[in-house]
């Protein structure tokens, strides 16, 4: 037998002009023997003032009211609240408006003058649970769209590498969601090999989380690939990719942080571009050192200038590239927050692991610092280079 969930008054909001009718149906629910606190509109413009009050359980509705009637009684409630279930009241003679009414998203109809007690109680507490379960059915398929929105969206913002048998480099990369299951934020990376042997690896990050971020971090992300094979380098590629921004973002306001390397095949140089891009951990040969070469303002702040910074990166060593998700999360009470130099002070304590490990274990060390303040609060992407001798 049907009962209200969790022994709780369920609440009827009983849309009815006739009060004769209504009364009658207050009657019926009195003697059903069930918990339902009944509040009577006599018109649909006083049941859109109690919805907006109070959201009712279910709503009993006549389908011919004074200032209403057929299925736009129905579609105004949709409108105040689509979640609530509906039971529609017809007349003798007017059934067909009933299977309308179901058709057009009433879980039920009742013929006035064939109803009883026991009819009235199932058909309110069926209609209640119809309800819950369609909304558990369109929760279930859009989290089936979400996930599948999700693998697009990953695929183009985290690439397969594109570099030449034995490219002479070590690449490491590691991206962590803020939330389980959330759909991915604006951080990305990617790292070519040019024929000439030279190899380039980027990070960035789109401020905001959502769709249109990730697109936009999607479209940086090849548009940086197609201007590296088409050999642009240095502050021409930002001023490229600045451009490109501006036309695709979906605001005035988003902005991005980049920074890019260019790793020659030879030789301990390495050229760092950085649009208002965190810096880099130096790791390796079991040190951690903080490096954050000069650059320019991010993309999307009207900059006209990113100079290149020549960087050294001796054997053994490796540049890990990261996203401020990976300090931003909070630690402590208030505000307080990991920081660089909290984060210098993690990867210096597990500066003697190699490089992979290094990387899972930094994450891991981040998330285990935020997890009693809420958990990490930005996506985080992790991207460690290192050169590698040549077979």
């Not at 190899?199 to 590296?228: C, F, K, N, S």
Request: net charge negative; proline share 5%.
């Amino acid at each position: 037998m049907l009962a209200p969930t969790d022994g709780e008054m369920l609440s009827l909001l009983l849309v009815e002009d006739d009060r004769a009718d209504a009364i009658l149906v207050e009657e019926l629910i009195a003697d059903a023997g069930v918990d339902i606190d009944v509040v009577w509109a006599e018109s649909m413009a006083k049941a859109e003032q109690e919805i907006a009050i109070a959201r009712p359980d279910c709503v009993l509705l006549d389908l011919h009211l004074h200032d209403t009637t057929g299925i736009d009684g129905l579609n105004r409630i949709s409108k105040q609240d689509a979640t609530i279930p509906v039971v529609v009241l017809t007349g003798l003679n007017d059934e067909h408006f009933g299977v309308s009414a179901v058709s057009a998203g009433a879980q039920d109809y009742l013929i006035k003058g064939r109803v009883d007690s026991e009819v009235l109680r199932r058909a309110v507490l069926y209609a209640i649970e119809r309800k819950r379960a369609e909304l558990t059915t369109v929760d279930l398929h859009a989290s089936q769209l979400r996930a599948r929105e999700n693998a697009r969206l990953e695929r183009g913002l985290l690439p397969s590498p594109l570099l030449l048998d034995d490219p002479g480099v070590e690449i490491v990369t590691q991206y962590r969601p803020s939330r389980e299951n959330a759909l991915l934020g604006g951080d990305f990376y990617d790292f070519v090999q040019t024929p000439d042997r030279t190899v380039h690896v980027m990070i960035g990050d789109v401020a905001g989380h959502g769709a249109d971020e990730a697109a936009l971090g999607v479209a940086l992300r090849i548009a940086w690939r197609a201007l590296t094979f088409a050999g642009l380098h240095g502050s021409d590629r930002m001023r490229q990719l600045e451009r490109i921004l501006r036309a695709e973002r979906a605001g005035r306001g988003i902005f991005a942080t980049v920074l890019s390397l260019r790793i020659p095949p030879t030789g301990s140089t390495v050229t760092a571009v950085r649009a208002g891009h965190p810096g880099m951990l130096l790791h390796g040969r079991g040190t951690v050192e903080w490096v954050e070469p000069p650059g320019g303002p991010a993309l999307g702040l009207h900059g006209s200038d990113w100079a290149p910074q020549h960087l050294e990166l001796p054997e053994g060593m490796g540049l890990v590239l990261l996203t401020d998700g990976l300090f931003e999360g909070h630690i402590g009470r208030g505000n307080e927050r990991l920081g660089e130099e909290g984060l210098l002070e993690m990867a210096r304590s597990l500066a003697h692991l190699p490089g992979r490990e290094f990387v899972d274990a930094l994450i891991n060390g981040v998330e285990a610092r935020a997890a009693s303040h809420g958990g990490i609060s930005d996506d985080i992407a992790v991207v460690r280079v290192e050169r590698t001798p040549r077979r």
